[in-house]
């Protein structure tokens, strides 16, 4: 299990302010925190090493530049022992942003974006459905996404 015991209440506070705002400078997290910027650059470095922070990234809305379809796919694998060809292949589709081997009916679920209907189906059936070890997908579009967050820091 891993170790939390070393988050305390201003790793807490610097935590919530840099996850709604990455590009916050540190001077006004060190504001906010009522402690110095070099002690939250070194709280920003302790988090990072112990793998607490895992990167800084910015989120592209996919709608603004032309991916309007967004789903969901469970795929069913011939073989559990195929999983890791299966991943490696599907890791090279751009489209498919997240992917997850999961418990129930399906070995892998897949997150995929695309520009439209028409372009999700040729992308399920060129590439997805065509992996060696894919036997079935099951397919569910996401009509809206009501949220999306990080995790609470309780």
């Not at 990234?57 to 530049?65: A, D, R, T, V, W």
């Amino acid at each position: 299990m891993e170790d939390t015991h070393h988050i305390d209440e201003l790793d807490r506070k610097i935590l919530g302010l840099i996850t709604k705002n990455a590009r916050i400078p540190y001077l006004e997290v060190a504001r906010e925190c009522k402690v110095s910027g070099a002690a939250i650059h070194q709280r920003i470095q302790r988090l990072s090493k112990m793998g607490v922070i895992t990167g800084s990234e910015f989120s592209i809305s996919p709608k603004k530049i032309g991916f309007n379809t967004c789903a969901y796919v469970g795929i069913f694998l011939d073989s559990a022992s195929l999983y890791p060809e299966v991943v490696a292949q599907l890791e090279t589709i751009p489209e498919i942003t997240q992917c997850h081997y999961i418990t129930g009916g399906y070995s892998i679920f897949i997150k995929i974006y695309t520009r439209n209907n028409e372009d999700l189906k040729l992308l399920l059936v060129d590439k997805v459905q065509a992996i060696k070890g894919i036997s079935r997908t099951e397919t569910f579009i996401s009509l809206e996404e009501s949220f999306n967050r990080q995790l609470p820091l309780v």
